[in-house]
């Protein structure tokens, strides 16, 4: 990562002032704080991607367990271009290619796939892979797997997975206090990737003060951009009126950055795009932040500024936490096809 100091600067490609109509009731100029990093992560630029390849390579229908990402337009716009989603490999006619979601899957479910003899393309992040790795790991050396997560997230259903006889999860500190396992001295923790890093800290010392044995990953669960979209939402909210987060509501990572700014005592919501912001949520707001979750695409976040200069007078300031560089090779069922 590079340039972890804050920094406040004009965003680049965006006209800094729009036109003089409308806006506050004094005709002010309106700020928007825009958070930087926003919008899509490396892991959701690749499981995109990697549908898009199948598409172009093999042709409609290319099946998707789930939705690929969580995000309402990702997945209008491959429905559209011929991804046929499914909950469950049942609705996979056998022999024909499928591609698993982000958020991973359980050993169960790649085991129905080889029953089935269907084409795999696994776009799984490789952030998620690391936490399935290490249950497995934990797992064999006897330990019983505490997953700090939210029950039914698909993500934590294909982490438990991996070892469902020695996993337990756990959402809270109350939780965590009463957790009863055969061996106090052999527990270890690992965490869903997209959780708000405070809250997950919070579990985690109640665990400790259970387990005083308690083991951890060798690095954090929770994935860099989860955790610079948080700093960056933190670093607006308090000079913000209002923090609007672009995302959908099944949108982990997206989620939190809601209740990140709301902590913080700032008002904020969550919206799918534009269409979504409520007139009375702008009534006062001189400065107002925005961010998006890390499944939402960058254009969303354009349309909302450009909405917010339609209503008047608009100043764009962008706060960047950091610059992410991270990319991740596609995944090896699509690499071949490179050009």
Partial sequence: MADHMPTTTPTDGLT??????????????????????????????????????????????????????????????????GAVFVEELDEVPDGETVVFSAHGVSPAVRAQAGRKGLRVVDATCPLVTKVHVEARRFAARGDTVVLIGHAGHEEVEGTLG????????????????????????????????????DETSEVVEALRDRFPALSGPGSDDICYATTNRQHAVAGIAAAADLVLVVGSVNSSNSVRLVELARRQGTPAHLIDDAGGIEPGWLHGARVIGLSAGASAPHHLVEEVIAFLRGLGPLRVREHRHTTETVRFAPPKEVRTNER
């Avoid at 926003?38 to 898009?52: D, F, H, K, N, Y």
Wanted: proline share 8%; aromatic share 2%.
């Fill in 16 to 81: 800094m002032d729009g036109p003089p109509v409308g806006g506050l009731p004094d005709g002010s100029v309106r700020t928007v704080l825009l958070a930087s990093p926003r919008s899509l992560c490396a892991g959701v630029e690749r499981a995109i991607e990697t549908v898009e390849r199948v598409l172009a390579d093999r042709g409609a229908p290319v099946y998707v367990r789930k939705q690929i990402v969580h995000n309402v337009h990702v997945v209008a716009d491959l429905r559209r271009r």
């Fill in 162 to 197: 991996e070892a469902p006889r020695q996993s337990v999860l756990v959402q809270t500190p109350a939780e965590a206090a009463a957790l009863e396992v055969d061996d106090p001295t052999r527990v270890s923790y690992l965490t869903q990737t997209t959780l708000a890093v």
